[in-house]
């Protein structure tokens, strides 16, 4: 296997967190866990432009087409607003009635907010339920996967884009190069991209061993995306980073002579170079600081399985799979996890067979602790589960660091 993005034969090995089933299935509940496809789940890194990656075995990410995060959290919500006015000041062109072209993953589709704000937009979305689920709800839908091809038909048909919006699709894309290409060649002379996607930055330093997963084919870094979009001609111009999924980054990318870059640019890469992202040493100590999480998570659950305490969890998130298989936790240790997803209710999570209840479910059963599998929306379900401190029940947050939280 060749690096993803510079096709170099410099890979090493990070991590390797054995066959787990795909993250993002959540089966029918009668159905034995036992039968759950597992794939191998190897995360490498490549020692010529240091792009974070998964090798070639496992799956593409299962399609859900459910409530995007943006519908279900107020604080998604108010997160995809901003990325939407801020995407918007960036192209004044946009504003005043120019093209705008949005790709995303998981049908996390922006352009709802876009119509909000008086502007027309394109979706390209290769997944073809999402596609529709995009159409039926009355949005202009191309239904293929973004890359050159897709982006050269688009120009010869309606011309260059004044803005392109990459709604966390690019990690999800076996070919990010294709997709690098294809921005550049959608993009009008003065245009601007602007890309959001969980930042490897956070995801080493604080261990977030569950945002690995299948499909979710690189984790990317100011230095490797840069190198990338070099190689297209395309620079980046801003860079901010974002306290969304435990760490994210927002970059601001135009043509490469179209302007220079915003001081925050050389900050995140220096950043980046002080946590030793272009070496081994950083990734070797990621490795053994995810051991020490699965080993802290598993000795809880274990410890109050042994006191005869109820644990249930808050949240059916995909990457919470990873976090749950890869820690070998089962419906033994977790007796049931809620989810606001009308999709995921009745159903369970894959591997672990645990069950997903609706969120009352808590309140009904009082149990003595609820893990927050989304635990980046800690504040958030907290606030709104106050009633468990009123029984006695405490929360759980299993990263960036395991801690069980104190009253009020």
């Known amino acids: 296997m060749t690096c993803r993005s510079c ?6 090995e990070v991590l390797d967190l054995g066959a ?10 009668r159905s034995d866990p036992a039968d759950d496809p597992r794939f191998p789940l190897r995360v490498l890194v490549c020692r010529a432009c240091w792009l974070v990656q998964l090798d070639d075995a496992g799956p593409a990410e299962a399609a859900l087409p459910g409530p995007a995060a943006h519908e279900l959290s107020p604080t998604m919500r108010a997160h995809a607003i901003g990325l ?5 000041s960036r192209a004044p062109a946009a504003r005043a009635g ?22 027309g937009s394109l979706i390209v979305e290769g997944t073809p339920a999402l596609a529709e689920a995009a159409a039926a709800r009355g949005h202009r839908v191309l ?15 309606e011309g260059p884009a004044d803005l392109v919006v990459d709604n966390y699709l690019l990690a999800h894309v076996a070919d990010p190069d294709d997709v690098a290409a294809g921005i550049a060649t959608l993009l009008a002379p003065e245009g601007r991209a602007v890309l959001e ?14 945002s690995i997963r299948h499909g979710h084919y690189s984790y990317l870094g100011l230095r490797s995306i840069s190198a990338l979009l070099n190689r297209h001609a395309l620079a980046v111009l801003d ?21 220079s870059p915003a001081a925050s640019v050389a900050d995140v890469l220096e950043a980046e170079e002080r946590a030793g992202l272009a070496g081994l040493g950083a990734y070797e100590a990621f490795a053994g600081g995810v051991l020490e999480r699965m080993a802290q998570l598993r000795g809880f659950l274990d410890e109050r399985r042994a006191g005869g305490e109820v644990v249930v969890g808050y949240g059916a998130p995909s990457r919470g799979n990873t976090l749950l298989n890869a820690s070998g936790v089962g419906a033994d240790l977790l007796a049931y996890t809620v989810d606001r997803s009308p999709l995921k209710q009745g159903r369970r ?11 009352r479910r808590i309140l009904e059963t009082r149990p003595a602790y609820v893990l927050i599998l989304t635990w980046d929306l800690r504040d958030e379900v907290v606030a709104g589960l106050r009633e468990v401190e009123d029984w006695g029940g405490r929360f759980v947050v299993p990263l960036p660091r395991f801690e069980v939280l104190a009253p009020g």
């Open 239 to 259: 860079a901010i980073p974002q306290p969304v999924y435990g760490g994210a980054l927002r970059i601001v990318v135009g043509h490469a002579d179209a302007a």
């Open 7 to 12: 096709r170099r034969e410099a890979l090493t």
């Open 143 to 157: 239904g293929r996967q973004f890359g050159r091809e897709v982006a050269a038909d688009l120009v010869a048909e």
């Open 349 to 359: 999570l894959p591997g672990s067979g645990i069950p997903i209840h609706e969120p």
């Open 98 to 119: 120019g093209r705008v072209v949005e790709i995303a993953s998981h049908g996390g589709h922006l352009a709802g907010f876009l119509d909000e704000r008086g502007i």
């Open 197 to 210: 996607f969980d930042h490897v930055l956070p995801l080493m330093l604080d261990r977030r061993f569950d």
């Open 84 to 88: 939407v006015d801020d995407a918007l």
């Open 20 to 29: 787990l089933p795909e993250a993002n299935s959540f089966p029918d509940a």
